[in-house]
């Protein structure tokens, strides 16, 4: 499985920008407020060992594991659908619910769907993220191409409006909120989540940080803060996992 080809971050942007016609500016103008949670997350630690690390970045495991291994994942990215796939349980119990590893998830966002996907993963209570998470990646194929089905009515509301009714509108249209609906979350749950613009402006800049210091492709892992260098999948991460481990 090759890793999505490097690109610079004015190129990524300018892609996130034409994916759904939503204003460079404007998609660039989520980077500018403060760092705030969202509404619904009363505390640092949620149910079933999940923790917010800091705005919109969770992890699962010990706080504790002698590894830390981040995955900078989107949404819209093939590759990262087919390693949750392949791996997400398995990290989960072998090696999170083992105490072995804690595993911190960050959003590298790549266009605005990418962006609606990653407010409806952390919507609702903390402890709800890792199975949001799993929801939307497993489901990628579904509502990524109800999404390009999109009628030109359709389309044309991704463009006008302010960014939180454009996001509402590609949740809807591709069949997101349906999947969150079945979730327990109500539309009016759901947007309120998309409609955090301090959370998307948060996420934002923060993806920008990522594709500005070494995560030139998704999925990208790090372990213990050191990227890992040509790893974009299972089958060359989990290795190096094992070795390090094997040293503690």
Known sequence: MSMIRS?????????????????????LAL????????????????????TL?????????????????????????????????EAGDTLALAYAGAGKVRVEYRHAIRDPLDLTAA??????????????HAAIMRAQSEWMGKFRAATSAQRARYSTGT???????MGRDSGLY??????????????????????????????????????NGTPSFAINGTMLAGTHDWSTLKPQIDIRLEKK
């Open 163 to 169: 960014v939180a009714s454009r996001l509402q509108a």
């Open 119 to 132: 407010l409806l993963s952390n919507c609702g209570k903390i402890g709800r993220f890792p199975g949001n």
């Open 178 to 215: 349906d999947l969150m609906e079945k979730r327990g979350y109500s539309t009016t749950d759901l947007d309120r989540c998309t409609g955090d613009e301090m959370l998307a402006r948060t996420l934002s800049e923060k993806a920008q940080g990522y594709f500005a210091n070494g995560v």
């Open 31 to 50: 980077a500018i407020a403060p760092v705030t949670a969202s509404a619904d997350q009363s505390g640092p630690q949620g149910a079933r060992g999940v």
């Open 53 to 85: 690390v800091e705005p919109g970045v969770h992890s699962i495991g010990r706080a504790d594991a002698p590894l830390t291994l981040t995955e900078y994942v989107s949404y819209t990215c093939p590759h990262c659908a087919h390693f949750e796939t």
């Open 7 to 27: 690109v610079t971050v004015e190129t990524r942007w300018r892609a996130l920008a034409m994916a759904t016609a939503i204003p460079a500016a404007a998609a």
